[in-house]
């Protein structure tokens, strides 16, 4: 080249003995200070009821401490709505961020891609139709399990459907927004023939809530998720090449095939688990990994920053549904409320383009 | 522009061949595209498969670089067969730039360069002084270091297509196979990049490559691979193999083949059907024309 010699930006490596990896200081930031907030606003919730208790104490109680009351209050009332709370959102976001990247889409989220749908027909037919089978059904493995396997069982529906010599983006979304309308039609009709009594509870399940959680619940949706995370983390290394297109990512020797089979799994299943402990809680996934890219200047979601913005959605917005209104509503109606507009601000955007 | 080796060639691999296809047959889906086909890649040179569309250059490309697996045949790469080769090994040896790949919105040259790094890292490993010293290479070689900083869907299609070659060279391998290069780039911009090429090729490594356009295909390889219906209709230096005949049976082209004026190689001129003065058209031709 001519004489002027540019020092090109490569991004700066850290390394700890074996360890190296790239530096990032505003990612790292960005996600820290996410980390901070959900912490903050996941012990205002825990502060916030008929008993207020401050931050302070909230605080001292978490890490061991404070006193018996408050330990009773914290700890055995509140604590499994918030934790569900907090591990839903990371669940939701994770799995978003898991299929908005497999597909390089961000309309792919859990919700177009019938996961939410299936487990919601599932939970409202057990729930509506009163048989000796579905009353047996829901008494030995739970609603929650039920919901559980609707979502395993749809998204893998979809994702066979989709399959056609590999996966492509667009043909996954099409064919999960057809199966979504299919389960929400038989949802549908399942409410409309249903009693009435029945058709509450279902609604009730359907717009999503954290009301009335259990520590069994919630334990067991806790390690589904921290095994879940632990097998994306692994893997997460040979999934960085993949946003450049599956041939870029063979010709550096990735078995992409294999890695991303193994992630949209993760993704169905993590999607799964936030929406048998939470009801289908809508817009969290597709709406907190697009917010993460944006706050981190990332140009595919950021997978940690991606599980933070989801929780602090999901907390936040439990938190309003409690606090802000004369009524207590359900959360998913304010991640709708949330997640709708910005749906359409996304939309709008690519229109513009 | 200085042409500068990133990876040295293994001594004594400079000889031999380093990639060759024996008996494949490729198909999709049933359909067979390649029947029985046998080829060697000369080594240090740059190898262009040209044909008309459909005929399977890509597919042959693709065979070659293990995104399609033989239904027979195998690929040999360095005595071994690829399928039998890790997919991480073959990607230390082989590069490979498929058709028009597209980056993730945002982002940066840098960061896609760094990208090519990925076979040598591991988990832990993740980023080691030696890939920022390579990648800052490939950078320079490629003459986008000044473009470092800016989000690759922002720049034009010329410097785009350099910095995705600069991507495969910084995954150091000798041996980079590129799948039309040139797409969508206007004639300016299709030297320029050729150009690039031509200076790896001249740094030592073997570079094999798909291209539409007959004459820079004669223009910037040694070897022609012509091939007609999912077979090898010829291949050779570009001075042995372009002729008259092998055009009319390779792609129906009436052409007459002529010294290029200011290069070393022959040179193509279409003959098609108007703004043609008969009198230079070669009788040959005339006949086949009028009958």
Redesign the interface.
């Known amino acids: 080249?001519s004489g002027t010699d540019?020092?090109?930006?490569?991004?700066?490596?850290?390394?700890l003995g074996?360890?190296?990896?790239?530096w990032r200081p505003w990612l790292v930031c960005v996600t820290l200070l996410l980390a901070a907030a959900t912490f903050l606003v996941f012990c205002l919730s825990i502060g916030v009821g008929d008993f207020p208790i401050g931050l302070s104490r909230v605080i001292a109680t978490i890490l061991g401490g404070g006193e018996r009351v408050d330990k009773f209050v914290i700890m055995d009332l509140r604590m499994p709505r918030a934790l569900a709370g907090l591990i839903v959102g990371i669940a939701l976001g994770v799995s978003g961020a898991l299929t908005q990247s497999i597909a390089?889409n961000p309309l792919a989220s859990p919700d177009i891609l019938g996961i939410t749908g299936g487990a919601g027909a599932v939970s409202v037919f057990l729930v509506t139709v009163s048989g000796g089978t579905a009353a047996a059904v829901v008494s030995a493995v739970g609603l929650s399990a039920a919901a559980l396997a609707g979502g395993l069982g749809t998204g893998l529906l979809v994702y066979f459907l989709a399959w056609r010599?590999g996966i492509d983006g667009f043909r996954l979304i099409l064919i999960g927004i057809s199966v979504s309308a299919m389960m929400e039609a038989i949802t549908t009709w399942l409410l409309v023939t249903a009693d009435i009594k029945d058709v509450a509870r279902a609604q009730a399940w359907l717009v999503g809530s954290l009301e009335g959680r259990s520590w069994s619940e919630v334990r067991v949706a806790l390690w589904c998720t921290l095994v879940l995370l632990a097998v994306v983390f692994?893997v997460a290394?040979q999934f960085?090449?993949m946003?450049?297109?599956d041939?870029?990512a063979?010709?550096?020797?990735?078995?992409y095939a294999m890695v991303r089979a193994v992630l949209l799994l993760c993704a169905v299943l993590l999607a799964a688990v936030g929406v048998s402990a939470a009801g289908p809680v809508p817009f969290v996934a597709l709406v907190a990994p697009q917010v993460a890219m944006r706050l981190a200047?990332?140009?595919?979601p950021p997978m940690v920053a991606s599980g933070m913005v989801g929780a602090l959605l999901l907390i936040g917005a439990d938190l309003i549904a409690r606090t802000a209104l004369p009524i207590t509503l359900p959360v998913g109606v304010v991640t709708a409320a949330i997640g709708g507009p910005f749906l359409v601000h996304l939309l709008v955007r690519a229109n513009l383009r | 522009m200085s042409a500068e080796r990133i990876t040295e060639i293994e001594s004594g691999a400079q000889g031999s061949p380093r990639l060759a296809a024996q008996g494949v047959s490729v198909g999709y889906g049933g359909r067979s595209v390649i029947e029985d086909l046998d080829v060697t890649i000369p080594p240090g040179v740059i190898t262009t498969i040209i044909g008309p569309n459909g005929c399977g250059k890509s597919t042959l490309l693709r065979t070659l670089t293990r995104l399609l697996k033989p239904a027979k045949g195998a690929v040999v790469l360095d005595g071994e067969d690829i399928a039998g080769l890790r997919t991480r090994e073959v990607a230390k040896k082989l590069g490979l730039l498929p058709q028009a790949p597209v980056a993730p919105e945002g982002l940066t040259v840098a960061d896609l360069v760094a990208k090519g790094r990925h076979p040598h890292q591991s988990w832990l490993r993740q980023w080691s002084s030696d890939d920022a010293g390579v990648v800052e290479r490939a950078l320079a070689m490629t003459g986008v270091s000044e473009l470092a900083d800016r989000p690759v869907d922002s720049l034009s299609g010329g410097q785009r297509q350099r910095v995705w070659i600069s991507m495969a060279l910084a995954q150091g391998t000798d041996l980079l196979l590129l799948d039309e290069p040139t797409t969508y780039l206007d004639l300016a911009h299709a030297i320029d990049v050729l150009d690039l090429v031509d200076d790896l090729h001249e740094s030592g490594r073997t570079v094999v490559m798909v291209l539409h356009d007959l004459n820079l295909a004669t223009r910037y390889s040694d070897n022609l691979i012509v091939m007609r219906a999912g077979s090898i209709l010829a291949q050779g230096h570009p001075r042995d193999v372009i002729t008259a005949e092998l055009l009319d049976e390779a792609f129906g082209l009436r052409a007459m083949v002529i010294d290029d004026p200011v290069g070393d190689r022959p040179l193509i001129v279409p003959i098609g059907r108007t703004h043609v003065r008969l009198e230079q058209v070669p009788r040959r031709n005339v006949q086949v024309r009028l009958g």
């Open positions: 080249m540019v020092k090109p930006s490569v991004a700066p490596g850290v390394r074996q360890v190296s990896f790239v390089r010599r692994c290394f960085k090449p946003h450049l297109g041939e870029v063979a010709g550096l020797g990735v078995r200047r990332c140009p595919t």
